[in-house]
Structures are given as structure tokens and as C-alpha cells.
């Protein structure tokens, strides 16, 4: 028996897993970050790539919702371009705006001009993560990276987008061009993971943020082949694999077909619902919505067990465990203590 199957299995690992956790396991997507007091102290003055990059300081953010709210996991301070920053791509965070690339990638040859992530670019990250995991205990370690796609409408954009009219130019007028540039970011997204699985996290998620903008055939053709390579260079690691994206309540089947242990829901479809679209054999994750978090706490309170039996529903109709979860990441202005009682109320339930 590995050292690894020796330790007492966290919850949150073994709900991804199938077993029967002594409670259920809770953690919610940017957990660690804006809506806490400590988190804007500690980053005052710090840009967010900076502290990326700063292993003592990705430890300490990583831990403060730990500290506080007492959840199932530890989710790594990061951001999805990180990789990408690493490998050296000119682009940087914006407040207020999020990712901005200075050359955006709309040709082949801009394709073929982008450099690849080596794992000493990245060093920084794996020195946080043995960090944290001198620090966590049983506390689940979560390592991510963001899906092929979303980096690839990140690059293509230039930034943000609402339409993702250049990505879908892009798709449509020059697939070949596509193929070739998401299968770069497929490997640079497989070398992030994997510094960050050798370094010992305990389970990985795949964000596939805007995953949602695309029809299921477009889905099949242009992302999932992608992320699926992803998951399965990954599968020997024997850690759970979570896939999430938002709005894509219409590609859960297909998302759950991509190689992932657990797939994240968000708050516009019932878990017993996405159970039945997901299909049969996967854990689910989710699914407040982060904007009920401003109601009275009755109301909340409310929410949290009506998404409990739903995810109940959601075993007998096929799912093997259950990992709460909010719909999206906290949003910045959420009062952390009410993040605490949905903390406490999950695990008396």
C-alpha cells in the first residue's frame, strides 16, 4: 500500500471517488481571493501575476479559506494564464478587465510563435504546492489549469470576450490552424498539471470557463477532443480529475464523456437533472448560485438543502458522490461569514 492510500482519505476525495465520506465535502471556486479582508491585506500593493509567482505567498491566500470557513479543500492561488505567462506569453491581469494579451494569435504563423511551458518555468508553483502540503493535513489540495479552449479564446480575443467572434472566425474559416494551436495549448496545459501532480496535489480541475459559447457539435469538434487529451495524459496519477465550465448545462453529456472523474455544474440546472444528462459512473460538483449569498440567511439556508436533496436524487438516478459546490466562483463582494454557515450547514447535513 503507497503512502498515499495509507493517509486517511480526505472527503472530498473520496466523494470523487465513489466511497462514502464521513460528511460531505464542501469548498467553493475562488475561495481564496477577494471576498476576504485578509486576502486584500495581504495583496495590497501586489500585482496578481507577482504573487502567482510567489510561493510563501500562494501558500498563505491558499490557506486563509481553509483557516476560515473550515472547507473540504484547498483550491491552489493561481490564475488560468499562468502557464501561459510562464512559457513566455506578453500579456498581463487588469483590474477590473482580467487577462489582456499583447499579441493576439489570429494566424498560423502566430501559432507557430508560441513557445512552450518547460517545468522550471514554473518552479514557483511546485515549491507552493509542497508548501501547502506540509500545511493542509487531510485538508484536500486541488491543482488546476484552464481547459484548451478557454486559453485559446483568451489568446485569440485578446482578452475577455462576450461574443468570441475571433475564436469562432478562427474555428470556422481555418480549422487546421485551430487544431494546431489548441493542441499546443493541450500540452502546455498537460506540463502545468503535471508539476503540479508531482509536487502532490490531491486532485486536479480542468476550467473550461467558456466552454458555454459553443453548440454541442462544435463542442465535440473543436474542444472536447482537446481536453480529453488532457485528462488521459493525466489518468496515471490516480488523483480525482474535475471538469467545469459555465453555461454549459446543454454539454454536460459530452463534458462527461471528456475523461473527468467529476463534473462541475453551475446554478442554472438541478443536479438530479445533470445526473441524467452527464450520465451514470461520475461524481458532481456544485451548485449554489454565488448571487444567493447576498439573501437572508433563511434563504440561503433553504438553498443549501434543497441542493443537497437534488444531489441526493442525483446518486439514485447514477452519480457515485457529491461535492458541494457554488455554481461559479465567489463573487468579490460576498460576505465571508456567510460563506462559513454554508460551511457548517453542509456538513451537519
Given at each position: 500500500?503507497?503512502e498515499?492510500?495509507?493517509?486517511?482519505?480526505?472527503?472530498?476525495?473520496?466523494?470523487?471517488?465513489?466511497?462514502?465520506?464521513?460528511?460531505?465535502?464542501?469548498?467553493?471556486?475562488?475561495?481564496?481571493?477577494?471576498?476576504?479582508?485578509?486576502?486584500?491585506?495581504?495583496?495590497?500593493?501586489?500585482?496578481?501575476?507577482?504573487?502567482?509567482?510567489?510561493?510563501?505567498?500562494?501558500?498563505?491566500?491558499?490557506?486563509?479559506?481553509?483557516?476560515?470557513h473550515?472547507?473540504?479543500?484547498?483550491?491552489?492561488?493561481?490564475?488560468?494564464?499562468?502557464?501561459?505567462?510562464?512559457?513566455?506569453?506578453?500579456?498581463?491581469?487588469?483590474?477590473?478587465?482580467?487577462?489582456?494579451?499583447?499579441?493576439?494569435?489570429?494566424?498560423?504563423?502566430?501559432?507557430?510563435?508560441?513557445?512552450?511551458?518547460?517545468?522550471?518555468?514554473?518552479?514557483?508553483?511546485?515549491?507552493?504546492?509542497?508548501?501547502?502540503?506540509?500545511?493542509?493535513?487531510?485538508?484536500a489540495?486541488?491543482?488546476?489549469?484552464?481547459?484548451?479552449?478557454?486559453?485559446?479564446?483568451?489568446?485569440?480575443?485578446?482578452?475577455?470576450?462576450?461574443?468570441?467572434?475571433?475564436?469562432?472566425?478562427?474555428?470556422?474559416s481555418?480549422?487546421?490552424?485551430?487544431?494546431?494551436?489548441?493542441?499546443?495549448?493541450?500540452?502546455?496545459?498537460?506540463?502545468?498539471l503535471?508539476?503540479?501532480?508531482?509536487?502532490?496535489?490531491?486532485?486536479?480541475?480542468?476550467?473550461?470557463?467558456?466552454?458555454?459559447?459553443?453548440?454541442?457539435?462544435?463542442?465535440r469538434?473543436?474542444?472536447?477532443?482537446?481536453?480529453?487529451?488532457?485528462?488521459?495524459?493525466?489518468?496515471?496519477?490516480?488523483?480525482?480529475?474535475?471538469?467545469?465550465?459555465?453555461?454549459?448545462?446543454?454539454?454536460?453529456?459530452?463534458?462527461?464523456?471528456?475523461?473527468?472523474?467529476?463534473?462541475?455544474?453551475?446554478?442554472?440546472?438541478?443536479?438530479?437533472?445533470?445526473?441524467?444528462?452527464?450520465?451514470?459512473?461520475?461524481?458532481?460538483?456544485?451548485?449554489?448560485?454565488?448571487?444567493?449569498?447576498?439573501?437572508?440567511w433563511?434563504?440561503?439556508?433553504?438553498?443549501?438543502?434543497?441542493?443537497?436533496?437534488?444531489?441526493?436524487?442525483?446518486?439514485?438516478?447514477?452519480?457515485?458522490?457529491?461535492?458541494?459546490?457554488?455554481?461559479?466562483?465567489?463573487?468579490?463582494?460576498?460576505?465571508?461569514?456567510?460563506?462559513?454557515?454554508v460551511?457548517?450547514?453542509?456538513?451537519?447535513?
Amino acid at each position: 500500500m503507497s503512502e498515499h492510500d495509507a493517509r486517511t482519505v480526505s472527503p472530498l476525495v473520496a466523494a470523487a471517488r465513489g466511497q462514502v465520506p464521513d460528511h460531505r465535502p464542501v469548498w467553493f471556486m475562488r475561495q481564496a481571493g477577494r471576498s476576504l479582508p485578509e486576502y486584500r491585506e495581504i495583496r495590497a500593493g501586489r500585482g496578481m501575476l507577482e504573487a502567482c509567482f510567489d510561493p510563501e505567498l500562494v501558500c498563505e491566500i491558499t490557506m486563509q479559506p481553509v483557516r476560515r470557513h473550515g472547507v473540504d479543500g484547498a483550491i491552489l492561488f493561481s490564475d488560468i494564464v499562468v502557464p501561459l505567462k510562464a512559457a513566455g506569453v506578453d500579456l498581463d491581469i487588469v483590474a477590473g478587465v482580467g487577462p489582456v494579451i499583447a499579441n493576439p494569435v489570429r494566424t498560423h504563423a502566430d501559432v507557430q510563435a508560441l513557445p512552450m511551458l518547460t517545468p522550471e518555468a514554473v518552479g514557483a508553483v511546485s515549491t507552493a504546492v509542497k508548501l501547502l502540503k506540509a500545511e493542509l493535513g487531510d485538508t484536500a489540495l486541488i491543482g488546476f489549469a484552464g481547459a484548451p479552449f478557454t486559453l485559446a479564446s483568451y489568446l485569440v480575443e485578446g482578452g475577455p470576450s462576450r461574443n468570441y467572434e475571433n475564436t469562432k472566425a478562427l474555428m470556422y474559416s481555418a480549422p487546421e490552424v485551430w487544431h494546431e494551436l489548441v493542441g499546443k495549448l493541450a500540452d502546455i496545459t498537460i506540463a502545468f498539471l503535471k508539476v503540479q501532480l508531482e509536487a502532490g496535489v490531491d486532485a486536479i480541475q480542468l476550467f473550461d470557463s467558456w466552454a458555454g459559447a459553443l453548440s454541442v457539435t462544435d463542442y465535440r469538434t473543436f474542444a472536447r477532443p482537446h481536453s480529453a487529451r488532457v485528462f488521459a495524459e493525466l489518468a496515471s496519477y490516480d488523483v480525482p480529475r474535475i471538469h467545469f465550465g459555465v453555461g454549459t448545462g446543454e454539454l454536460l453529456h459530452d463534458m462527461g464523456t471528456a475523461g473527468a472523474d467529476v463534473v462541475g455544474v453551475d446554478w442554472r440546472i438541478p443536479l438530479d437533472e445533470a445526473a441524467r444528462r452527464v450520465g451514470p459512473g461520475k461524481a458532481l460538483q456544485g451548485n449554489l448560485d454565488p448571487a444567493l449569498l447576498f439573501a437572508p440567511w433563511e434563504v440561503v439556508a433553504t438553498h443549501v438543502r434543497r441542493i443537497a436533496a437534488e444531489a441526493d436524487a442525483a446518486v439514485a438516478a447514477g452519480a457515485i458522490g457529491h461535492i458541494f459546490n457554488l455554481g461559479h466562483g465567489v463573487l468579490p463582494t460576498t460576505d465571508p461569514t456567510m460563506l462559513t454557515r454554508v460551511v457548517e450547514l453542509v456538513h451537519s447535513l
